[in-house]
């Protein structure tokens, strides 16, 4: 599996907006669909979105539809998550990690475990 490092966070008023980069080393990201997950203190990972090796279809989870947008460009090697319209809780560590393609057609998309590769994540905290 391919390592990831993430980037693009920091701190951003709420309202405000950041895109996240998620890069790949050593491998390509073209043979993986690839998802975000975040953590924020004191709880569990989430799922955030999810995305095939092609760039659709995208799955998002229900509460974030609409503010966050997946996307790739394979010819980069390079995984997105658009964030508009931040709210205080969406501030969370944000992680990328890849799928195989079985486990995502089989709608495992929103299981942490069924996913390799993951980055250091990158932090992103919105003042309210």
């Known amino acids: 599996q391919a390592q990831l490092v993430e980037s693009g966070g920091g701190l951003v008023q709420a309202g405000g907006s950041l895109r996240l980069s998620c890069a790949a080393s050593?491998?390509?990201?073209?043979?993986?669909?690839m998802g975000w997950f975040r953590q924020a203190p004191g709880k569990e990972r989430e799922f955030v979105a999810a995305i095939s090796w092609s760039g659709t279809p995208t799955i998002y989870t229900d509460s974030l539809k609409g503010r966050f947008t997946i996307s790739r460009d394979n010819a980069k090697n390079t995984l997105y998550l658009q964030m508009n319209s931040l709210k205080a809780e969406d501030t969370a560590i944000y992680y990328c990690a890849s799928i195989s393609p079985p486990a995502f057609l089989s709608g495992s998309y929103k299981d942490a475990g069924k996913y390799a590769g993951w980055g250091q994540g990158t932090q992103v905290t919105v003042s309210s």
């Open positions: 050593g491998r390509t990201l073209s043979s993986y669909a």
